[in-house]
């Protein structure tokens, strides 16, 4: 079945460092690639997306992500956090017409 | 309102009893979408409408759980006999699909959930 992965499930950094968050999934067809990002509080919000096109991808508040195909990847990046990107960070993938699916999530914590 | 809805946002109600979750979805989104979000997993896909089509209900985890959207807007989530593992927080999203030559477009917008307990 298919599957998304997220490999750190909580990290911690101070501010002004860089940011990179795995996301690998488990498909060799098409798919629509996702992240999306909870603040405290808040609903779910998406901060980028890739359909087609160029591969990096950039987003809101200066997040960008990487489609890597041969490595069924899509990190998401940013070059220096904020105390205010603390939030849980997620990465969703459609498979195909109606599989959408999420991985199990990222808690980014920044320290001021 | 301009963002999707749930009601109600908190519901505790103890083992064996029905509960019913509704999803007020962005008007004109004609997609929507249930997911269970349990402590410290990710999103669980549950089913998924999409216009007047059939919807994809291979999320559902057992028989207990149905869901319904009528006239393609509002959608209830039905669990019959809730059980403990049944805790978590139920969210809704809705998306805009526009088929152009097969273009799509997928950003779903969620709902604040609700959060069930079950006791």
């Known amino acids: 079945a298919q599957s998304v992965s997220q490999h750190n499930h909580h990290v911690i950094l101070s501010e002004a460092a860089s940011l990179e968050l795995g996301c690998n999934y488990s498909y060799g067809g098409t798919v629509n690639l996702f992240w999306y990002v909870q603040y405290p509080g808040q609903h779910l919000q998406l901060l980028l997306k890739?359909?087609?096109?160029?591969?990096l991808v950039k987003g809101i508040k200066g997040f960008e992500a990487e489609f890597i195909k041969s490595k069924f990847s899509f990190n998401l990046r940013k070059p220096s956090v904020q105390w205010s990107d603390t939030a849980e960070y997620f990465c969703a993938v459609k498979f195909g017409r109606n599989d959408m699916r999420f991985g199990a999530g990222t808690r980014l914590t920044v320290k001021p | 309102g301009a963002g999707v809805s749930q009601s109600p946002s908190n519901k505790v109600t103890e083992k064996g009893k029905d509960v019913e979750l509704r999803c007020d979805p962005i008007s004109g989104h004609t997609a929507l979408y249930w997911y269970r979000q349990s402590l410290g997993q990710g999103l669980e896909f549950l089913i998924y409408f999409q216009g007047n089509s059939a919807p994809d209900k291979s999320g559902l985890p057992s028989d207990r759980f149905s869901a319904e959207r009528t006239g393609g807007s509002v959608s209830t989530l039905t669990i019959q006999r809730t059980q403990q593992e049944d805790s978590a927080v139920y969210l809704c999203?809705?998306?805009?699909?526009?088929?152009?030559?097969?273009?799509?477009?997928?950003?779903?917008?969620f709902g604040p959930g609700t959060r069930l307990t079950v006791l």
């Open positions: 890739y359909f087609s096109g160029d591969p």
């Open positions: 999203a809705s998306s805009l699909r526009l088929t152009t030559s097969g273009a799509s477009t997928d950003t779903q917008y």
